[in-house]
Nanobody
């Protein structure tokens, strides 16, 4: 069983930055960040696999950076140059097998475990 707990959400003005963290317990092979805007679908935006290979969705490429600590107990999402369209609930997710889906910001075989989410609000 994998448990995930996000932190670091909040309110920021457009152009600002935030860093999200996700505390991880249990074995994982692929970790990802998803987000769900109000009234929208949950979408993957960034993923990282055990060997450090990363994948990003086009919507965040060049602005967001996914990373993890060496013992894979914390996942991060550095978000830069935020815009109001980045307003969403952000979820940490994990898969116990597989690898990143190139260019999609997700894990190739999907994810099995979810955190409860943390809200990010970007004002103009």
């Amino acid at each position: 069983q994998v448990q995930l707990v996000e932190s670091g959400g909040g309110s920021v003005q457009a152009g600002g930055s935030l860093r999200l963290s996700c505390s991880i317990s249990g074995p994982t092979r692929c970790l990802a960040w998803y987000r769900q805007a109000p009234g929208g679908e949950r979408q993957g935006i960034a993923a990282i696999e055990s060997d450090g290979t990363k994948s990003y969705a086009d919507s965040v490429k060049g602005r967001f950076i996914i990373s993890k600590d060496g013992n894979e107990r914390t996942l991060y999402l550095q978000m830069n140059d935020l815009t109001p369209s980045d307003t969403a609930t952000y979820y940490c997710a994990a898969a116990t097998q597989g690898f990143v889906y190139p260019g999609e910001g997700t894990c190739y075989y999907g994810v099995e475990f979810w955190g409860r989410g943390t809200l990010v609000t970007v004002s103009s």
